[in-house]
T-cell receptor
Framework: DMKVTQMPRYLIKRMGENVLLECGQDMSHETMYWYRQDPGLGLQLIYISYDVDSNSEGDIPKGYRVSRKKREHFSLILDSAKTNQTSVYFC???????????FGAGTRLSVL | GDQVEQSPSALSLHEGTGSALRCNFT?????VQWFRKNSRGSLINLFY???GTKENGRLKSAFDSKERYSTLHIRDAQLEDSGTYFC???????????FGTGTTVSVSP
């Protein structure tokens, strides 16, 4: 069953707290992505991972870091969350470069 | 600068009518994908094109790499077609998709 699972779906945090967003996929895809989506800005790439411990910055990496210790899991970490990181975060995976992306349902994060 | 320019940003349709969404690219892209965001916020794959056209039901998409554009046509629009549509394209040798800013489609009776 081809699936990208994100946890949690909704999260409320206070400014300065740490945030961990988890993503898993069951398709053995090598490449995984974290995006955020804000009104009027579309989807913006935060980080991309080509395989275990092979991660690269996307367009807006500042304030975020990632971890990929297993091919099927890709985590997004916010150390000391800021209010401007309130957004909807999408995880995605693909077989390889430029191939079809499969998205999770998204995590709605509110930083108060 | 922006590499994927999507238009219009919003589109209102009456049931049974049709229209087109367009994405222009500022550079040569290898392939394009079209997505629709559903009511739960998930992104649904609609089309993946490396060239030419594809049709699925009332949706039809075209991609011209040389002319640097892609279109998504909706015909005989239905209420369930409402939602936000995104195009996304990948460079030659690119590592990820570059997204347009989306088109919000509203279909009314």
């Amino acid at each position: 069953d081809m699936k990208v699972t994100q946890m949690p779906r909704y999260l409320i945090k206070r400014m300065g707290e740490n945030v961990l967003l988890e993503c898993g996929q069951d398709m053995s895809h090598e490449t995984m992505y974290w995006y955020r989506q804000d009104p009027g800005l579309g989807l913006q790439l935060i980080y991309i991972s080509y395989d275990v411990d092979s991660n690269s910055e996307g367009d807006i990496p500042k304030g975020y870091r990632v971890s990929r210790k297993k091919r099927e899991h890709f985590s997004l970490i916010l150390d000391s969350a800021k209010t401007n990181q309130t957004s909807v975060y999408f995880c995605a995976s693909s077989y390889g470069q430029g191939d079809t992306l499969y998205f999770g349902a998204g995590t709605r994060l509110s930083v108060l | 600068g922006d590499q994927v320019e999507q238009s219009p940003s919003a589109l209102s349709l009456h049931e049974g009518t049709g229209s087109a969404l367009r994405c222009n690219f500022t550079t040569t892209m290898r392939a394009v994908q079209w997505f629709r965001k559903n009511s739960r916020g998930s992104l649904i794959n609609l089309f993946y094109l490396a060239s030419g056209t594809k049709e699925n039901g009332r949706l039809k998409s075209a991609f011209d790499s040389k002319e640097r554009y892609s279109t998504l046509h909706i015909r005989d629009a239905q209420l369930e077609d409402s939602g936000t549509y995104f195009c996304a394209a990948s460079h030659q040798g690119g590592r990820a998709l570059i997204f347009g800013t989306g088109t919000t489609v509203s279909v009314s009776p």
